[in-house]
């Protein structure tokens, strides 16, 4: 894989757009640990602060223009945490840009669309269901859209948006802000690309005391609902997301 060419096109990303961003989750283990890509992965994971978020459009046109599919917010009227770019090119990793906001003295990431705790799983449901009334893909979903307005499909979201956000909780992503407000470059497949400053500190806060030690089993037997870095929290302790106009982004979804 030519990883030093998608470092380059995060690297002009930053300049273009003035968009700080920074090694996240594995990517960030992998590199300060192992200093390479963990071999099972296909992507990698990068930080960066929604403020800087200005130009969504112009965004997702470069990366597109650079070889990706680019999928905002899985789908989802609102901008609220992630932007997943997927390779139409072989030489090229997948990137997640994780999205963070500031709030007190910590930055955090909502999963709006992982809800925990009592009716999870059908607040889940109702919550894609409506999505997919939002931007049908199925052809029965798509010959009913054609009846209602878009701007009215959206606001029916936006009425249960509104509830799912007042009494749901999630697994946030939620770092003191020393951790992304302070950084240092290393190199990484030939190229120079920011992490947190205090490196083994955020991992530890990441992954545990024993992120040192590689295991695979981490995700799978959740050890990371332990860890201080994913607390559950409602979901309100953010403003809402931003709404978006996921229209504009159709052609840039489908690309192949």
Request: proline share 6%.
């Given at each position: 894989?030519?990883?030093?060419?998608?470092?380059?096109?995060?690297?002009?990303?930053?300049?273009?757009?003035?968009?700080?961003?920074?090694?996240?989750?594995?990517?960030?283990?992998?590199?300060?640990?192992?200093?390479?890509?963990?071999?099972?992965?296909h992507?990698?994971?990068i930080?960066?602060?929604?403020?800087?978020?200005k130009?969504?459009?112009g965004?997702?046109?470069?990366?597109?223009?650079?070889g990706?599919v680019?999928?905002?917010?899985?789908?989802?009227?609102y901008?609220?945490?992630i932007?997943?770019?997927r390779?139409?090119?072989?030489?090229?990793?997948?990137?997640?840009?994780?999205?963070?906001?500031?709030?007190?003295?910590?930055?955090?990431?909502?999963?709006?669309?992982?809800?925990e705790?009592?009716?999870?799983?059908?607040?889940?449901?109702?919550?894609?269901g409506?999505?997919?009334?939002?931007?049908?893909t199925?052809?029965?979903?798509?010959?009913?859209?054609?009846w209602?307005?878009?701007?009215l499909?959206v606001?029916?979201?936006?009425?249960?948006?509104?509830?799912?956000?007042a009494?749901?909780?999630?697994?946030?992503?939620?770092?003191?802000l020393?951790?992304?407000?302070?950084?240092?470059?290393?190199?990484?497949?030939?190229?120079?690309?920011?992490?947190?400053?205090?490196?083994?500190?955020?991992?530890?806060?990441?992954?545990?005391?024993?992120?040192?030690?590689?295991n695979d089993?981490?995700?799978?037997?959740?050890l990371?609902?332990?860890?201080?870095?994913?607390?559950?929290?409602?979901?309100s302790v953010?403003a809402?997301?931003v709404?978006?106009d996921?229209r504009?982004?159709?052609?840039?979804?489908?690309?192949?």
């Amino acid at each position: 894989m030519g990883h030093p060419g998608t470092f380059y096109i995060l690297s002009e990303f930053s300049r273009v757009f003035h968009c700080q961003y920074w090694l996240e989750a594995g990517t960030a283990l992998a590199a300060h640990r192992d200093g390479k890509i963990f071999d099972w992965e296909h992507d990698i994971d990068i930080g960066v602060w929604f403020e800087e978020i200005k130009d969504i459009e112009g965004i997702a046109q470069y990366f597109a223009a650079a070889g990706y599919v680019v999928e905002i917010q899985k789908g989802f009227p609102y901008l609220d945490n992630i932007i997943q770019l997927r390779s139409r090119k072989p030489e090229l990793l997948d990137i997640d840009i994780y999205l963070y906001k500031k709030c007190g003295e910590y930055a955090y990431m909502r999963w709006i669309q992982k809800p925990e705790g009592l009716f999870a799983n059908a607040k889940k449901r109702l919550l894609f269901g409506l999505r997919s009334f939002v931007n049908p893909t199925a052809f029965r979903s798509r010959l009913l859209a054609q009846w209602i307005p878009f701007r009215l499909r959206v606001a029916v979201f936006n009425v249960y948006l509104k509830l799912h956000l007042a009494t749901s909780s999630c697994r946030f992503h939620r770092f003191p802000l020393r951790f992304f407000s302070n950084l240092r470059t290393i190199e990484f497949y030939g190229a120079e690309v920011p992490i947190a400053a205090d490196t083994d500190a955020f991992l530890e806060y990441r992954y545990g005391a024993d992120w040192r030690v590689p295991n695979d089993t981490f995700n799978q037997r959740g050890l990371w609902k332990s860890v201080p870095a994913r607390p559950l929290l409602p979901m309100s302790v953010l403003a809402p997301p931003v709404p978006l106009d996921t229209r504009k982004f159709r052609g840039l979804e489908k690309q192949a």
